[in-house]
C-alpha cells in the first residue's frame, strides 16, 4: 500500500516536472518534485526506500530527458539515501528542518547532477548556474515543507469532517 | 543485531547501485579519445590485469629460462673444460709423440750416416749434476741383455754423448763426455791438429794437448780422431769456444759441447767396436 503511494507519488511528480520542464531559470528546471518526493520517501520511510525511490525516479527522469541516462538516478539515488539516514538519525518533524534538509539535498543533488556533467565533459550550465540551484533549492525547500503540512493536514481534515457531519445531522 | 543487519544490507545496496549508475553512464559516455569510458575503463583495468599476468608469467619464464639456461650453461661449460682437459692431453701427446719421432728420425738418419751398429737406447735416469759436479753419468734402459758391453760409445744425433761404464743386466750407466774423469781423442777438423777433450765437470770440455803451433781459432768444430779406441773418428764433439796459451808448449782450448747433455732423451749405444780397439781387442785375444 506504501509502496503503491510512494509509484504513485513519483508518476504524479513526473508528470507535473514535464510539465513545467519548460520553465528553466538560467538552464535550471525551477522546481524539481521527483527529487522533493525522493527526499520526502527518504525522511518518511528509510534509506533503503529513499535510495530505491531516488534510482528509479531519477533513471525515468533521465530517461525521459535527453541528458545520460543515469547521472540523475545515481544523484537522486545518493540524495535519497542520505534523507534516509538523516530521517532515521534526527528528528525532523518541523518546518525549519524539513526546509532545511530540502534545501540542502537540492544543493547536494544539483552539485552531483551538475559535477558528474561537467567531469564528463558532456554538458555546460551556463556562467552562473549556482543562482537558479539556489533558487531551486528554495523552492524545492518551500515545496517540501508544504507537501509535508499537506499530507500531515490531510488525515486530520478527514477525521474532522467526519466528525462534523453527524453533528450537522443532530 | 537484525536492525544493523538491515542497516549493512542497505549499505551494501547503496553501494551495489552506486555501482550500476556508474557503469551505466561510463556506457553511454565517450571519453576525450572518442572512447566509452566504460570500453576505456573496462580495457584500461583488464590490459592492467593482462599487463601483471603477462609480467608474472614472463618473468616466471625467465627465471625458469634462466635457470634451464643456467644449468645448461654449466653443463655446457663443464663438457667444454672436460674438452679441452682432453684436447690439451691428447695435444700434449701428440707432441710427445711428434718430438720422439723427431728424435728417432734423427737417430735413425744417424745410424745410417755412421755405417756402424747401433742399439738405441732411451734415458731413464741421471745423476744430478750438483751435487757430485765430478761424476756426471746418465742410465739408459739397454743393458747386457742387447749386447752392451763396457767402453761402448754412446752418440746423439748432435754428437757424443760419452761412453758405457756400468752396464747391467737391463740398464747400463753412460758416463757423460762432460765428467771429470771422462776423455776422448780429437781434432780440430778445419786443420786437424789433434789433442785430447776431456771433461770438467761442468758444462764445458776443455782440449789439451794442442801443439802451440797448432792453427786453431774460435768457431772451430772439433770431433773425435777414433785412436782413443772407444769413440769411431768423425763424431762431432763441440766447437771451439776460446783459444789460450798454456806454457810454452800447448795451448789451452774451451770447447762448448755439442749435445745438451741437460735435455737428453734418446741415445745411440754403438756396439761396433771402433777399429783400434777392435784390433787391440783381436791381439789379446
Request: proline share 4%; glycine share 10%.
Given at each position: ?39 520526502y ?21 533521465d530517461?525521459?530527458?535527453?541528458g ?7 544523484a ?22 524539513r ?29 552562473r ?42 | 543485531?537484525?536492525?544493523?543487519d ?5 549499505r ?6 552506486i ?28 590490459s ?22 643456467l ?8 663438457e ?19 718430438d ?83 776423455a ?40 773425435t ?23 810454452p ?17 734418446e ?19
Amino acid at each position: 500500500m506504501r509502496a503503491a503511494g510512494i509509484v504513485l507519488a513519483v508518476a504524479l511528480a513526473l508528470a507535473i516536472q514535464t510539465t513545467l520542464a519548460r520553465f528553466l531559470v538560467h538552464g535550471v528546471v525551477a522546481l524539481d518534485f521527483v527529487l522533493v518526493v525522493v527526499v520526502y520517501v527518504g525522511l518518511t520511510s528509510g534509506p533503503a526506500s529513499g535510495m530505491l525511490t531516488g534510482t528509479v525516479a531519477g533513471l525515468v527522469q533521465d530517461a525521459l530527458s535527453t541528458g545520460v541516462i543515469g547521472i540523475g538516478g545515481l544523484a537522486k539515488t545518493i540524495v535519497g539515501f542520505l534523507g534516509g539516514i538523516i530521517g532515521t538519525q534526527f528528528i525532523v518533524a518541523q518546518p525549519l528542518p524539513r526546509f532545511v534538509v530540502f534545501f540542502g539535498a537540492t544543493l547536494l543533488h544539483a552539485a552531483l547532477f551538475m559535477g558528474l556533467y561537467v567531469v564528463l565533459d558532456v554538458r555546460e550550465f551556463g556562467t552562473r548556474p549556482y543562482v537558479a540551484v539556489l533558487w531551486q533549492a528554495g523552492a524545492n525547500a518551500v515545496a517540501g515543507v508544504v507537501a509535508f503540512q499537506i499530507v500531515e493536514f490531510l488525515p486530520g481534515a478527514v477525521e474532522r469532517r467526519r466528525a462534523a457531519k453527524p453533528r450537522l445531522r443532530r | 543485531m537484525a536492525l544493523e543487519d538491515i542497516r549493512q544490507r542497505t549499505r551494501y545496496l547503496f553501494l551495489v547501485v552506486i555501482l550500476g549508475h556508474i557503469l551505466l553512464i561510463s556506457a553511454q559516455v565517450n571519453s576525450r579519445r572518442g572512447v566509452p569510458v566504460l570500453e576505456a575503463v573496462t580495457f584500461g583495468v583488464f590490459s592492467e590485469v593482462q599487463r601483471a599476468a603477462s609480467s608474472v608469467v614472463s618473468g616466471g619464464r625467465n627465471v625458469w629460462s634462466g635457470y634451464i639456461g643456467l644449468r645448461q650453461a654449466h653443463a655446457e661449460n663443464q663438457e667444454l673444460k672436460r674438452q679441452l682437459a682432453d684436447a690439451q692431453i691428447t695435444m700434449q701427446a701428440q707432441q710427445a709423440l711428434a718430438d720422439r719421432a723427431r728424435s728417432l728420425e734423427q737417430l735413425l738418419e744417424l745410424r745410417d750416416r755412421v755405417h756402424v751398429q747401433t742399439t738405441a737406447a732411451t734415458i731413464i735416469g741421471a745423476t744430478p749434476p750438483s751435487p757430485t759436479p765430478d761424476f756426471r753419468t746418465v742410465t739408459i734402459d739397454k743393458g747386457t741383455r742387447d749386447g752392451l758391453r763396457p767402453d761402448m760409445a754412446v752418440v746423439a744425433p748432435l754428437g757424443v754423448v760419452g761412453r758405457i761404464v756400468v752396464p747391467a743386466v737391463r740398464s747400463a750407466k753412460v758416463q757423460l763426455l762432460i765428467d771429470r774423469n771422462a776423455a776422448a781423442g780429437a781434432l780440430i777438423e778445419r786443420s786437424r791438429a789433434q789433442g785430447v777433450v776431456v771433461g770438467t765437470g761442468e758444462e764445458r770440455l776443455r782440449m789439451e794437448y794442442v801443439s802451440e803451433v797448432a792453427d786453431v781459432v774460435v768457431g772451430d768444430i772439433v770431433v773425435t780422431s777414433g785412436i782413443d779406441g772407444l769413440y769411431p773418428k768423425g763424431f762431432i764433439i763441440g766447437r771451439v769456444e776460446a783459444v789460450e796459451k798454456n806454457g810454452p808448449t800447448f795451448k789451452r782450448i774451451s770447447v762448448r759441447p755439442a749435445v745438451d747433455f741437460l735435455s737428453l732423451e734418446e741415445v745411440l749405444v754403438i756396439t761396433t767396436p771402433p777399429p783400434a780397439r777392435e784390433g787391440a781387442e783381436g791381439t789379446s785375444e
